[in-house]
């Protein structure tokens, strides 16, 4: 069974640090292109970060530029995102993704974790 399973949301002050993980199971994630969106309430699912297979491309959305980063750990088959200096518009459900092929939309994907709620207080 194909699924991704992720972890390590939860409730941070302004400024503080967020260290998402997803881990895969019945594909491996590197030869998968992967992805991290992010829902806001009452907003559209829109792209925070992706990268290629062997992470040659990667595209973080304006907002994370500087702030995120995403990684790959091909050994464990997991993928992580390190959200520092948070901010309260970061506030959202955040997912992983992975799919065959680069992209900026959620139709690129194929594979979706079931959502971390990240919270960010003023």
């Known amino acids: 069974e194909v699924q991704l399973v992720e972890s390590g949301g939860g409730l941070v002050q302004t400024g503080g640090s967020l260290r998402l993980s997803c881990a895969a199971s019945?594909?491996?994630?590197?030869?998968?292109?992967i992805a991290w969106f992010r829902q806001a309430p009452g907003k559209e699912r829109n792209f925070v970060v992706i990268?290629?297979?062997?992470?040659?491309?990667?595209y973080y959305e304006d907002f994370a530029s500087g702030r995120f980063t995403v990684s790959r750990d091909n050994a464990d088959n997991t993928l992580s995102l390190q959200m520092n200096s948070l901010k309260p518009d970061d506030t959202a459900v955040y997912y992983c993704a992975a799919g065959p092929r680069l992209g900026f939309h959620n139709s690129d994907y194929d594979y979706w974790g079931q959502g971390t709620q990240v919270t960010v207080s003023s």
């Open positions: 019945g594909f491996t994630l590197d030869r998968s292109a």
């Open positions: 990268t290629s297979p062997n992470d040659g491309d990667t």
